[in-house]
């Protein structure tokens, strides 16, 4: 048995490490290995989309890791979990359509035709037919073997960086970290970067292009920088872009400098109303941008696919679990931190209700690594935000004074 006292120890111990774990947790939230056998037994029985039921959500704390890669649960949530906005569209998808039928024979025999799908969520996904990013005069490639995405997430990316070089022609390439690995999936040191729609990408610095530089105010190219925020915003399905808060206010100052709507800037750094920021803060964003878009059509793909990739074992299971049999003097939380999974997810697989175990008790113990496919409903598109015409500086500056008088 274990003691309440140990527990609580252990469970203020946890919560006051919430922002300093290492990238060890990074590498424990990988899927724990079993045999191909265990795999196929699991898949068989796999349950159709249509009763899926979802994984407890994982509610560790953000591992901040070696990689200053530090997604926090709120920014990380899959966005589309949010009410959709008023605005929110269905976009037609090439399988509209298609009958179930159908749809199963492509998966099972001609897969790639099917094209790109971002399967899951991006802390709890797959990637299938992905497509690799090839360094250009856009970006150079940090670290190719893991810049796998959607067909989209690369179209989207390079509208974006390509607007900025015709607005600055001559500027050199940015430098293009992680998007994902192969199939998706967990990708150490990340969270989320699991269903392709996910990438890193250096700031533009005024000194030329580094990976992993601190960004200040001094060093940081505001003008680029915006542009590509700009662009993002205007030209692509962008869901989120996480840049620390410290840069976030000289970035909001310049682009109000150069006459951008400040009810429209208010929208996209704060959020108002129904219309939720684009920019968030997330801890270890100071060295590059982490930016996520939605794909309609790659998200809707797997939608679609999901049940038949997961019968013809495309995919993995959702849920999976190993059994653990509790040692002397052991806790939930460690229980929990071993297996990169959460005290409470324990405790909802186990109908606990209480932090409370018994030593030699075996638990089930939910591990991460299956693609999370939550929606069983197509997933609302958000309306683009373009910006607004810019004020003329005259204008500008009124409103710079009437918000100083105010
Ligand atoms: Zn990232």
Avoid at 90 to 119: K, N, T
Avoid at 337 to 343: M, R
Wanted: glycine content about 6%; overall charge neutral; aromatic content about 6%.
């Amino acid at each position: 048995m274990v003691s309440l006292r140990e527990v609580s120890v252990w469970l203020r111990l946890f919560s006051a490490m919430a922002f300093m774990l290492c990238s060890a947790c990074a590498e424990h939230a990988r899927p724990a290995r079993s045999s191909p056998a265990a795999n196929t037994a699991r898949l068989a029985q796999l349950p159709t989309a249509a009763t899926v039921t979802p994984t407890p959500q994982v509610d560790t704390a953000p591992p901040l890791d070696d990689s200053g890669e530090s997604d926090t649960d709120a920014e990380d949530a899959d966005t589309a979990d949010l009410p959709a906005t008023p605005d929110a569209r269905i976009v037609p998808h090439p399988l509209d359509g298609w009958s179930e039928e159908r749809v199963d024979r492509a998966v099972s025999s001609d897969l790639a035709s099917l094209g790109p799908m971002s399967v899951g969520t991006p802390n709890a996904g797959a990637l299938v037919n992905g497509v690799q990013a090839v360094a250009s005069a856009l970006y150079t490639l940090v670290s190719p073997g893991d810049a796998w995405g959607t067909q989209e997430t690369l179209d989207y990316l390079n509208s974006a960086v390509q607007a900025v070089q015709d607005e600055f022609p001559n500027t050199p390439p940015l430098a293009l970290g992680d998007i994902g690995a192969r199939h998706g999936g967990p990708l150490r040191p990340h969270i989320s970067h699991q269903a392709g729609r996910d990438l890193d990408l250096s700031f533009y610095y005024r000194d030329g292009t580094r990976w992993y530089a601190r960004g200040t105010r001094q060093n940081l190219d505001f003008p680029r920088l915006w542009a590509l925020v700009r662009a993002l915003i205007a030209k692509t399905d962008v869901d989120l872009i996480l840049l620390d808060r410290g840069l976030q206010q000289p970035l909001h100052e310049y682009a109000l400098s150069i006459g951008e709507d400040p009810g429209w800037l208010e929208q996209v750094f704060i959020g108002k109303g129904a219309m939720r920021a684009i920019i968030h803060h997330a801890p270890g964003h100071d060295t590059h941008l982490h930016i996520r878009f939605f794909n309609p059509i790659a998200q809707e793909t797997a939608r679609r696919c999901y049940a038949a990739l997961a019968r013809h074992g495309q995919v993995k299971a959702p849920e999976q679990y190993v059994l653990h049999k509790a040692k002397k003097n052991e806790t939930l939380a460690m229980i929990a931190k071993k297996y990169g999974t959460s005290v409470r997810a324990i405790r909802e697989a186990n109908a606990l209700r209480r932090n409370l175990i018994r030593e030699q008790a075996v638990y089930r113990v939910p591990v991460s690594g299956g693609a999370r496919m939550l929606h069983l409903e197509r997933a609302r598109i958000p309306a683009r935000r373009p910006p607004p015409p810019r004020h003329p500086p005259s204008a500008l500056n009124e409103q710079l004074s009437a918000r100083e008088q105010k």
